[in-house]
């Protein structure tokens, strides 16, 4: 049996969890100049400190399973997130170096 049945108007089809992953991370992956991914770096670095994780000490206490359902959950928040509100990303400049030209 699959873990999802998708249905439209005219067909369905059945998926597993894994043909249903494999496939979203192929798409990750496939669009490599993802506007919504373009500051994910920076995005990592606001969820750790959120979950007070400031040393490398503290990341080994979360275990690999933990880091995947938090980031599961986070994506799926931000997805909605994006989709329910009329949201711009918008980057402030950064700030120039001194002295350089």
Do not use: C, W
């Not at 067909?11 to 992956?29: A, D």
Request: charged letters at 25%; proline letters at 2%; a neutral charge.
């Amino acid at each position: 049996m699959s873990d999802f049945k998708i249905t439209n108007k005219d067909s369905s089809i059945n998926i597993t969890k894994e043909e249903l992953f494999k496939n979203i991370l192929t798409t990750v992956f496939k669009d490599k100049d993802n506007e919504n991914l373009r500051h994910s770096d920076e995005y990592a670095e606001a969820i750790l400190e959120a979950l007070g994780i400031n040393t490398n000490k503290d990341f080994f206490n979360i275990t690999l399973k933990q880091m995947t359902a938090i980031s599961f959950m986070a994506g799926y928040y931000y997805k909605v997130f994006l989709t329910k509100n009329n949201v711009t990303i918008t980057t402030a400049p950064k700030p120039s170096k001194e002295g350089s030209d």
